[in-house]
């Protein structure tokens, strides 16, 4: 059997509006559930084919399989082609059509059983009428997530009922209300499961949608925290560089200042020089620049 999570994004898409992510949610859910259904319904159209096999006539139980047996494979054949589809909301109302179809099929294969192959041995009546039931019990909890346990109440089980009443007589005409009843009892307990599913679901979507937005803000806030973290590396290397830069620039500074105190202390050696020896010279002393046809005086000596 094949049960996927009613949550698998690519058979319940959640974008769009509420109901078309409720509508389906419940389709998901019902094919999810559906193999087990189709699979419990098989097993008892054996027992049951298997039970009128000595109290009906052969030909009309034999056709009876074939038809019930073709809805049970047309049911396995639509479950899987949709998990096999990539489902969409625009797609899934399709989709449920041809579950219901199937479905209906089913039923329409135990209407069939309960007017024409209605035994008249009171104990083959009598598990009719509980096959019946357990069938219209198992839709009621299986096909509720849509209202598909309509089908199998109102097609299979009201028949049945009516057929009693047909009949006439006190007790048939007891069964036949009885069967009526019961029909209310699950269509009442179908609905409210219904609802609950419902419920559950928009739960579900709630949680989704919180833990989307907690998700989206711890990406944000991670994001942010990895835009300040590379910032302030970048910061730090840069300030770090800077300060490279200004040691470099400090030291060729520092030499530059060196430097120009030893040019300094030459020149003012040099002129300390000249100044003593033109002090000390007795006569004129000058420099003469013929080509620029200059002359610059030093001083006169004593």
């Known amino acids: 059997m094949h049960a996927l999570d009613p949550s698998n994004t690519e058979h319940n898409p959640d974008s769009g509006p509420p109901k078309e992510r409720l509508r389906s949610a419940q389709v998901t859910q019902i094919y999810s559930q559906s193999l087990l259904g189709s699979l419990a319904a098989t097993l008892g159209g054996i027992v049951f084919a298997s039970a009128l096999w000595i109290a009906e006539p052969h030909p009309q139980i034999i056709a009876w399989i074939v038809f019930y047996f073709s809805t049970s494979v047309a049911h396995f054949v639509v479950t899987k082609a949709f998990f096999r589809s990539k489902t969409t909301a625009e797609n899934i109302v399709g989709w449920g059509r041809w579950h219901w179809a199937v479905t209906a099929s089913g039923s329409l294969a135990w209407t069939y059983a309960v007017i024409f192959l209605f035994p008249t041995d009171l104990h083959l009546q009598i598990f009719m009428i509980i096959f019946v039931g357990g069938i219209v019990s198992g839709a009621a909890a299986i096909y509720s997530p ?10 299979i089980l009201m028949p049945l009922a009516g057929h009693f009443l047909y009949l006439g007589g006190g007790y048939n005409i007891t069964i036949g209300l009885l069967l009526f009843m019961f029909g209310l009892v699950m269509f009442v307990v179908g609905n409210s499961v219904h609802r609950l599913y419902a ?17 989206n803000q711890i990406s944000v806030r991670k994001q942010v925290e990895t835009d300040l973290r590379e910032a302030r590396d970048a910061l730090e290397l840069r300030v770090a560089e800077r300060t490279a830069e200004l040691g470099e620039r400090n030291l060729a500074l520092s030499e530059e200042i060196v430097e120009r105190r030893k040019v300094e202390d030459a020149l003012r050696a040099s002129e300390d020089a000249y100044r003593s020896l033109s002090e000390n ?14 002359v610059r005086f030093f001083g006169t000596g004593l």
């Open 146 to 155: 849509t209202r598909e346990y309509l089908t199998s109440n109102v097609v």
């Open 199 to 215: 419920e559950l679901l928009g739960i579900r979507f709630e949680r989704e949608d919180l833990i989307d937005d907690l998700s």
């Open 281 to 294: 010279i007795p006569g004129i002393v000058y420099r003469i620049w013929p080509d620029r046809k200059e």
